[in-house]
């Protein structure tokens, strides 16, 4: 079971070892080995099946024509209204 050193008193206290962070291995593997791995770890994803790609590429386009149309109007929306603080006239 372990204990945690709660006593307060100075010099007994053993003193306590800094964690790290985890650092890769780092060796020269070559490129076999290198894309052996890469396969490994590719057989590991879940992919999603077409017709939900389908579906989430549908919502990305979409989303994308919302943004670009509400740009769009912002921007002619902005025009006028600079045009009409310089100007003091529309067009």
Not at 40 to 56: A, F, G, I
Not at 64 to 91: E, H, K, N, P, Q
Request: glycine share 10%; charged share 20%; proline share 5%.
């Amino acid at each position: 079971m372990y204990m945690a050193n709660t006593s307060t008193a100075g010099g007994g206290d053993v003193p306590r070892k800094q964690a790290s962070l985890p650092t890769p291995d780092i060796k020269r593997k070559g490129p076999k080995r290198f894309f052996a791995e890469v396969g490994r770890e590719m057989r590991k994803v879940d992919w999603p099946s077409r017709s939900e790609t389908n579906r989430l590429t549908g919502v990305v386009l979409a989303v994308c024509g919302l943004i670009v149309a509400f740009l769009t109007i912002m921007g002619y929306v902005f025009d006028i209204l600079i045009t009409l603080i310089t100007t003091g006239r529309v067009g």
